[in-house]
């Protein structure tokens, strides 16, 4: 009940909401496209694991056009210059980790980091969102976790050799998920998404990521400070 009462309060066909809706609904559109783009190139990297990175990849392009419909449905254009210097700092850390040929830290911000903002951000959100809107990213979420189960297979499966890399990489990534959420909270506040809220459920699922891939709770305490330093 209570969860109805917070949706129908919103008024979605307010400009308020729109305005809000427009660079929410791009940075989505965005994350989809820059997870599309990033698995493609990881295929590169991981050839025996191409087929598999090539279905999430799909995935992610399917997700992308259900979001854009979304935006279509409440008559949004979103404001993709935004989405796209969002995600700037992300994408080319992305980039030159693949240039470097750094697997672990190309895993560490698509399949956790990216992945874990993702599931973050869409559960909460589905709760306050329009009814098309709604089943759109309850469909989404579930493919995110098996994105995330992807990276988490990985790493586990390589942890002695890749987990110094990973504390490196989190130090360098983990930083900047803080400042993203900072930059779009009173947008996210106006579709009835609390800041405080999407720091929480982030820090769930990127802990227990860790933890799956093999880091104990002092190691990711350690871990989570990098990030909170910069909230």
């Known amino acids: 009940m209570q969860e109805l009462a917070a949706s129908t309060a919103l008024d979605y066909d307010s400009d308020v909401y729109k305005d809000a809706y427009s660079r929410i609904n791009a940075i989505v559109i965005e994350g989809e496209m820059e997870a599309k783009g990033n698995y493609t190139q990881l295929a590169t990297l991981l050839?025996?694991?191409?087929?598999?990175?090539?279905?999430l990849a799909k995935m992610e392009g399917r997700h992308m056009?259900?979001?854009?419909?979304?935006?279509?449905?409440?008559?949004?254009?979103?404001?993709m210059d935004f989405a796209r210097d969002y995600?700037?700092?992300l994408h080319g850390n992305f980039q030159q980790a693949l240039a470097d040929g750094d697997v672990v830290a190309c895993f560490l911000i698509q399949s956790l980091i990216i992945e874990c903002f993702a599931i973050a951000a869409y559960n909460i959100y589905i709760p306050v969102a329009d009814p098309f809107a709604?089943?759109?990213?309850?469909?989404?979420?579930?493919?995110e976790y098996l994105?995330?189960?992807?990276?988490?297979?990985?790493?586990?499966?390589?942890f002695e050799d890749v987990k110094e890399r990973l504390l490196?990489?989190?130090?360098?990534?983990?930083?900047?998920?803080?400042?993203?959420?900072?930059?779009?909270?009173?947008d996210a506040a106006v579709l009835g998404m609390g800041k405080e809220e999407?720091?929480?459920?982030?820090?769930?699922?990127?802990s227990e990521a860790l933890s799956n891939i093999g880091f104990n709770a002092r190691e990711i305490a350690r871990m989570s400070v990098h990030g909170l330093a910069a909230a």
């Open 47 to 55: 050839p025996d694991s191409a087929e598999d990175l090539t279905q």
């Open 65 to 79: 056009k259900g979001f854009q419909a979304c935006g279509k449905n409440l008559s949004v254009t979103p404001d």
């Open 87 to 89: 995600f700037a700092r």
């Open 134 to 143: 709604r089943k759109i990213t309850e469909g989404v979420v579930k493919d």
């Open 147 to 158: 994105h995330l189960n992807f990276g988490e297979v990985w790493l586990r499966e390589h």
């Open 168 to 186: 490196e990489a989190n130090k360098q990534n983990l930083p900047i998920v803080w400042q993203m959420l900072n930059q779009v909270e009173d």
């Open 198 to 206: 999407l720091i929480e459920d982030f820090m769930v699922a990127y």
